[in-house]
């Protein structure tokens, strides 16, 4: 059992480049967000869904997109890469959107923006 | 506003226990939870406590004060593996997690 994946694991983006976090979980979760941490800090939530075709801002959202097109994938789309935005990016989902919402995160990636 | 406070760092000797609190201020509540983060990982769930008292799991006990919006984690018999972060996060009104910015647990021999 998988859980929830992440990639890539590390990257390094000069200002002003696109890229996409992928993420996938496979425990038919309805929630998933997408988290950043930085030193100091607690968690900021940047996007979440609570199910496919359903997504919303979250505390951080600007400079971020999502989609989820299915149950399993959430990625987060950076459209014009910036220095504030290096950080390390957790993905995490849950059975529900409510109560006791345990999160299962995924490994994270680590993102430098030059 | 809403805010998390918890100490930024803590030091304990190996076989001893140790107390991290948790003080918070959200609209509503909803639930508060407890994660542990080794360094480089992700973070893992190690409680969730919705109603005050206390909810002992193995070496590691959470408490929770509603109305004081105070909450604990107590781990026993420390061990050099417990060197991590410990994440306290509380679901408001509206369920979102409002995390603050964690202890990190040094465990000295």
């Known amino acids: 059992n998988a859980g929830v994946t992440q990639t890539p694991k590390f990257q390094v983006l000069k200002t002003g480049q696109s890229m996409t976090l992928q993420c996938a979980q496979d425990?038919?979760?309805?929630?998933m967000s997408w988290y950043r941490q930085d030193p100091g800090m607690g968690l900021r939530l940047i996007h979440y869904s609570v199910g496919a075709g359903i997504t919303d801002q979250g505390e951080v959202p600007n400079g971020y997109n999502v989609s989820r097109s299915t149950t399993e994938d959430f990625p987060l789309r950076l459209l014009s890469a910036a220095p504030s935005q290096t950080s390390v990016y957790f993905c995490a989902s849950s059975y529900k959107t409510s109560g006791a919402n345990v999160l299962t995160f995924g490994a994270g990636s680590r993102l430098t923006v030059l | 506003g809403q805010n998390i406070d918890q100490p930024t760092e803590m030091t304990a000797t190996e076989g001893a226990i140790v107390q991290i609190n948790c003080t918070y201020q959200t609209s509503g509540f909803n639930g508060l939870f407890w994660y542990q983060q080794h360094a480089g990982e992700a973070p893992t769930f190690l409680s969730y406590?919705?109603l005050d008292g206390l909810e002992e799991k193995g070496r590691f006990s959470s408490f929770l004060s509603r109305s004081k919006g105070y909450s604990y984690l107590l781990l026993k018999e420390l061990q050099m593996k417990d060197s991590a972060s410990y994440l306290c996060a509380v679901t408001d009104s509206n369920y979102q997690l409002i995390w603050g910015a964690g202890t990190k647990l040094i465990i000295k021999p």
């Open positions: 406590n919705v």
């Open positions: 425990m038919n979760h309805e929630y």
